[in-house]
Nanobody, 131 residues
Framework: QVQLVESGGGLVQPGGSLRLSCATS????????IGWFRQAPGKEREGVSC???????VYADSVKGRFTISRETAKNTVYLQMNSLKIEDTAVYYC?????????????????????????WGQGAQVTVSS
């Protein structure tokens, strides 16, 4: 049974940092990609970053240079380090996984890991950036 549990959300001032964790079970991180998505009130869920089965990382333009995705295979955990946070980063953040065909790559230089390719989702973690 696949389970994903996010933690580490909270309230932070603009310019601050947070680290989200995605603890997984029933998933081989060296088999499947893990993606981070976010959804702000009134907006569609959007992809933020993903890490492929071979460990390569991909970022949306909006977070490139500020966010870092990583994984600790022995702990079955994926992290999202978020630095230089902006008010517009406020959202519920979700981690997700799919199957061995779930893409996590750049296409024409842009982030490509569509949310419809993901099957299993965590419950989400609220991140609020506010002064």
């Amino acid at each position: 049974q696949v389970q994903l549990v996010e933690s580490g959300g909270g309230l932070v001032q603009p310019g601050g940092s947070l680290r989200l964790s995605c603890a997984t079970s029933g998933v081989r991180l060296d088999y499947y990609a893990i993606g981070w998505f976010r959804q702000a009130p009134g907006k569609e869920r959007e992809g933020v970053s993903c890490i492929s089965n071979n460990g390569s990382t991909v970022y949306a333009d909006s977070v490139k240079g500020r966010f870092t995705i990583s994984r600790e295979t022995a702990k079955n955990t994926v992290y999202l380090q978020m630095n230089s946070l902006k008010i517009e980063d406020t959202a519920v953040y979700y981690c997700a996984t799919g199957n061995q065909h779930t893409p996590c790559t750049y296409r024409s230089g842009r982030y490509h890991s569509p949310k419809h390719e993901y099957v299993y989702w965590g419950q989400g973690a609220q991140v609020t950036v506010s002064s």
